[in-house]
């Protein structure tokens, strides 16, 4: 059986990496539909190598008959367009910090906490987590389950991508008139970001902490163990695609380094790439279009009692997003629809 899948927001970064995963995965949709505002319908997004869909608007869209809808379409347009989808038997798949938290939504990361998503025909709607949430615990998990994890503290290092395609190209101007000497003056991002970095993503909350930085806290404690403490600095870098976190961990129990790596290279999604030598190591240039989680820069830390330190990197638009939607979207498939 073939599904009828919407993909909302396909003229995004997200959007299109979605319609790629799509393709690259075969997923068993018999018809796939590009959605997003009034003024892009009528043009055209690649859905595959070969393959051209015709954006249609989602104002006019009806989803009865639409099995599953991806959605990445911004926070606003989803807490609008994802009820009436879920409502109308599509069961939605989002991609933004709309539904996240509400306690009836799984927010899911495959890899971690498939179980959770039994719960997801109360509201018809699945949540995915922040995408510097997604790989952080997909690398924490087999080593929550060695060794109770009591405190994570997280430096991350996250591409402008994660900003939108806006952002990116807001790098890619900022470097050229920096080059020839002109003025880089910021338009979306609140600091020049080429030859920079900014340690601001999303809004400021009262005690001097950022949304982005809350979110990787809460989404953490929901997906993989309330009890976990979590304390982040968010910080965008000139990285068009990629994002990096640098990961100090707190056991309860003692856990080897021949536990670690047992642990990390046994864990679905994951690739330990640590070899003690120049390069030997994964940036987020060698992540971009990769599937898995990678893991470097594995030791211990001596500064607490049972410490360890990571450096953490993945695709952000794939992992991060589109490839862990379609994950879910393939275990509904699979198992429950």
């Given at each position: 059986m073939g599904y009828r899948v919407a993909v909302?927001?396909?003229?995004?970064?997200?959007?299109?990496?979605?319609?790629?995963?799509?393709?690259?995965?075969?997923?068993?949709?018999?018809?796939v539909v590009a959605l997003a505002s009034k003024s892009s319908a009528g043009k055209e997004v690649s859905f595959g190598e070969r393959k051209t869909l015709k954006v249609q608007s989602l104002d006019d869209y009806d989803f009865e008959g639409t099995?599953?809808?991806?959605?990445?379409?911004?926070?606003?347009?989803s807490a609008r367009y994802a009820p009436r989808a879920a409502k109308a038997g599509c069961v939605v798949i989002d991609?933004?910090?709309?539904?996240?938290?509400?306690?009836?939504?799984?927010?899911?990361?495959?890899?971690?906490?498939?179980?959770a998503l039994a719960d997801f025909r109360q509201r018809n709607i699945i949540a995915n987590p922040n995408c510097s949430t997604i790989q952080m615990v997909v690398a924490l998990k087999p080593l929550h389950d060695v060794a109770r994890i009591k405190r994570v503290v997280v430096a991350t290092y996250q591409s402008v991508s994660g900003a939108g395609k806006e952002a990116m190209d807001e790098l890619y101007s900022q470097t050229r008139k920096l080059l020839v000497a002109q003025?880089?003056?910021?338009?979306?991002?609140?600091?020049?970001?080429?030859?920079?970095?900014?340690?601001?993503?999303?809004?400021?909350?009262?005690?001097?902490?950022t949304k982005e930085e809350l979110k990787m806290a809460r989404e953490t404690?929901?997906?993989?163990?309330?009890?976990?403490?979590?304390?982040?600095?968010?910080?965008?870098?000139?990285?068009?695609?990629?994002?990096?976190?640098?990961?100090?961990?707190e056991f309860h129990e003692p856990i080897t380094m021949r536990e670690t790596l047992e642990a990390l290279e046994e864990a679905p999604g994951i690739e330990v790439v640590d070899k003690h030598a120049p390069g030997g190591y994964i940036t987020p240039i060698d992540c971009?279009?990769?599937?898995?989680?990678?893991?470097?820069?594995?030791?211990?830390?001596?500064?607490?009692?049972?410490?360890?330190?990571?450096?953490?990197?993945?695709?952000n638009l794939r992992k991060g997003?589109?490839?862990?939607?379609?994950?879910?979207?393939?275990?509904?498939?699979?198992?429950?629809?």
């Open positions: 909302v927001g396909a003229t995004g970064a997200v959007g299109h990496e979605l319609l790629g995963v799509l393709s690259e995965r075969a997923f068993p949709a018999d018809e099995d599953i809808g991806l959605f990445s379409p911004g926070a606003e347009v991609n933004t910090s709309h539904f996240r938290m509400d306690d009836d939504v799984p927010l899911i990361v495959p890899e971690v906490n498939l179980d003025d880089p003056a910021p338009k979306v991002l609140p600091k020049q970001i080429a030859f920079n970095v900014v340690p601001q993503i999303d809004d400021f909350l009262d005690d001097g902490s404690r929901k997906i993989l163990d309330p009890e976990i403490d979590v304390v982040a600095t968010c910080v965008r870098v000139p990285v068009f695609v990629g994002h990096a976190e640098a990961i100090n961990i971009v279009g990769e599937d898995q989680t990678f893991v470097s820069r594995i030791r211990p830390d001596p500064t607490v009692p049972h410490g360890l330190s990571l450096w953490v990197v993945s695709d997003a589109a490839l862990n939607a379609i994950q879910i979207a393939e275990e509904l498939v699979q198992n429950y629809l």
